[in-house]
């Protein structure tokens, strides 16, 4: 093992982590950053690869949709003639984009998590690497909650204390607390996975339970309406995955303790004063601020995708697709669907809803060989992962948080774990929390990491 692959590893935590706390890779100083670290990633990648003798690459079928998304992004700005003279300009290209400029930048934007997304997928080479990862995960997740809760409770209206958000309503290092809770729906089933299984020690299952509670009340206390619906069905599918319905108490052991989880989030959340943050989720998703009427920006979508038929309206271009649709007075502007489903077909029309469907069918198998993993650890792993990876698409009905450039992140990354938690390795054994095999599941089976040697 050579230490750029070393570097490599954590760099690809380095850039999750890095994303979510520089505001939630938001703004463009920051978003150029990540690509320059995705860059530096993919050197250290070859250099890895120049050293050792051979390149790893993954095989895994998801990262068809993501490329693919992403070369659909520059057939929509191919230009095809030209349109008639506009204000005294002449010559302009006819393109599939409306926004060709805002196109070409969410395609590349694509082509970088692409690139990380294919990292990803080789990275993890031993059991030992997963477990380091979906400790960190952990970690991580416990110590971002600890701190949101606190900046919460200090400088609810400052970011760090020092960035202002003016009128947005902040949470964590994110403007939108929407996203905050999508990283929290991201970190929570992991350690959830493990507890479930049984994988965890019975002298470390305190902490492990410590630490989901802790991040289950930032996320109430964020407010986010459809973080806590997503939260609440990723337990509901884990108890489902891990339940054997023949052992009744063990089925019932699970469901007391997801019971006592969320009964101990909300009464966390309400010990450190959620009760706005609760107040906020009973109330209805109507709103007059037009830019987060969810019902009317719907409505707006559905009339631009029927407008946009075929071939979309072109990666990024929402925001000025939906004012040729809107039927109020356009002064404020909607930038996202709010829905990510509905904005995927906006964008990108049947191509996109194509693609879609085949990430959502990759998804959902890879989610059904995880029920199978032999190793306990990896199972859990990959039932924590899953969960986590189905909670974001049930988030993503309700707001646009697979927009933002560190939910993506995370999110790659965590199909990356579920992936690899899929996979055999030789230290599988090399685990003092996991001692039960079950030897009558099927054996696990996923895409293999490939070799090219030189």
């Not at 729906?185 to 339970?209: N, S």
């Not at 509670?213 to 489902?240: D, H, K, T």
């Not at 339940?243 to 469901?255: D, N, P, Q, T, W």
Request: proline share 3%; charged share 15%.
């Amino acid at each position: 093992m050579t230490l750029s692959g070393k570097i490599v590893f954590v760099l690809i935590f380095a850039i999750a982590v890095f994303s979510v706390i520089a505001y939630g890779g938001v703004h463009q100083p920051v978003v150029a950053f990540v690509y320059i670290l995705i860059a530096l990633l993919a050197i250290l990648w070859a250099v890895d690869g120049l050293a050792s003798g051979e390149f790893r690459y993954s095989t895994s079928l998801l990262q068809v949709p993501v490329l693919g998304a992403a070369i659909y992004g520059l057939i929509q700005i191919i230009p095809f003639g030209s349109i008639a003279e506009v204000a005294g300009v002449a010559d302009i290209p006819r393109t599939i984009s409306i926004d060709p400029f805002a196109t070409r930048v969410s395609s590349l934007h694509l082509f970088g998590l692409f690139i990380f997304f294919a990292i990803a997928l080789t990275v993890f080479t031993t059991a030992a690497r997963l477990r380091k990862m979906a400790a960190a995960m952990t970690i991580f997740g416990f110590v971002y909650a600890f701190f949101a809760i606190l900046q919460s409770v200090l400088s609810p209206d400052l970011i760090y204390g020092i960035y202002d958000a003016g009128l947005a309503e902040p949470f964590g290092s994110f403007v939108n607390r929407n996203n905050f809770a999508a990283i929290m729906e991201m970190t929570i089933p992991i350690p959830l996975g493990l507890l479930f299984v049984g994988a965890i020690a019975k002298d470390k299952r305190l902490l492990y339970i410590t630490a989901i509670a802790l991040m289950g009340v930032a996320l109430v206390l964020s407010g986010s309406r459809g973080g806590l619906v997503a939260m609440f069905a990723q337990i509901v599918l884990l108890v489902l995955m891990t339940a054997e319905f023949k052992k009744g108490r063990a089925l019932a052991v699970k469901l007391a303790l997801s019971v006592l989880l969320v009964g101990a989030i909300v009464g966390g959340s309400m010990f450190v004063g959620g009760e706005s943050s609760l107040t906020r989720i009973a109330e209805s998703g109507q709103t007059e601020d037009v830019t987060t009427n969810r019902g009317h920006i719907w409505s707006v979508t559905l009339r631009t995708i029927a407008d946009s038929m075929p071939f979309g309206t072109g990666l990024g271009a929402y925001a000025v697709a939906y004012t040729r649709h809107d039927t109020y007075s356009g002064m404020e502007r909607v930038e996202q669907a709010h829905n990510d489903y509905l904005q995927v077909v906006s964008d990108a029309g049947v191509p996109g809803l194509l693609l879609g469907g085949l990430f959502l069918f990759l998804l959902v198998r890879l989610g059904r060989q995880a029920i199978q993993v032999e190793n306990v650890y990896r199972r859990g792993v990959a039932l924590g992962a899953f969960a986590g990876c189905f909670a974001i698409l049930v988030h993503s009905i309700f707001d646009f948080v697979l927009h933002t450039t560190a939910v993506a992140v995370m999110f790659l990354m965590l199909i990356a774990i579920l992936v690899a938690a899929l996979r055999r390795y030789e230290d599988d054994l090399v685990n003092p929390d996991s001692h039960r095999q079950k030897q009558r599941r099927r054996p696990s089976s996923s895409a293999p990491v490939a070799t090219f040697k030189r």
